[in-house]
């Protein structure tokens, strides 16, 4: 397959909170609305992050993976109904001991807290078509964190979020894009498929499945911006 796959990186669907210290993490639900249905016209075709890279699955002809980080409420509020609208599938990663919390690790540095959805939200989602991975139990550094605790918040969170949703967690993304040169093993080992990173570009057969490549959608990140984006990376692969 020398077909190139982009994954879209959103954080929240939301107006931004004029106290947020990261204002670029939200993108407004009109201008997700005008992204989604400008993808559907121009015939991408979404695909499932648990199904990707499968031998018996083949592509679509423009495809495009669209991943949402943390598991904010907004995302069941203001992006899944677009999502639908567009028959669009979209993955969600979860901090597995916030369901039903807040963002704990971004208002520890005093930033605005914002809802994370609950159980039932997720499971709700879940049986609308949404799929769900993991983003560590606690949304940890795992470049600084010591193995112990890095294989602790890489296995604990699978186990806990596939205890509590009861279906399986086949997906990884790493908080922060942070990791070192054993993490991806570690993520490997505790049986996830294919973990995301925050690195540019698009994904091959080739791109190593534990530091798949994202293009960062931001709230300044106006509809033709993004199909430049994606146009340059289907072409370059950066
Ligand atoms: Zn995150």
């Keep these: 397959m020398d077909q190139r796959v982009p994954i879209l990186m959103y954080h929240k669907v939301d107006r931004i909170h004029p106290r947020s210290l990261v204002k670029g993490h939200y993108v407004s639900p009109g201008l997700f609305s005008r992204q989604i249905q400008t993808l559907k016209l121009l015939g991408f075709e979404s695909v499932g992050l648990n199904g990707l890279f499968e031998p018996d699955r083949p592509l679509p002809k423009r495809p495009v993976v669209i991943t ?9 509020d203001k992006a899944l109904p677009t999502l639908q609208k567009a028959k669009f599938e979209s993955t969600v990663f979860l901090v597995a001991r916030q369901l039903g919390g807040t963002n704990v690790w971004d208002v520890a540095l005093g930033d605005v807290q914002e809802p994370l959805m609950a159980v039932e939200t997720v499971k709700l989602a879940a049986s609308a078509g949404t799929q769900f991975g993991s983003h560590t139990l606690d949304h940890v550094d795992l470049e600084k964190a010591s193995s112990e605790e890095a294989i602790a918040q890489i296995r604990g969170s699978k186990e806990l979020l596939e205890s509590r949703l009861g279906f399986p967690i086949q997906t990884f993304c790493y ?11 570690l993520v490997r080992d505790a049986g996830y498929r294919l973990a ?11 791109t190593d499945r534990y530091a798949l490549r994202r293009i960062n959608v931001r709230s300044d990140t106006w509809t033709p911006v993004l199909l430049l984006k994606l146009l340059r990376t289907a072409r370059h692969g950066k």
């Design 68 to 76: 949402f980080d943390d598991g904010y409420q907004n995302f069941f």
């Design 175 to 185: 908080p922060y894009g942070r990791m070192n040169a054993e993490t991806p093993s």
């Design 196 to 206: 995301c990173s925050t690195r540019k570009g698009a994904n091959t057969d080739q």
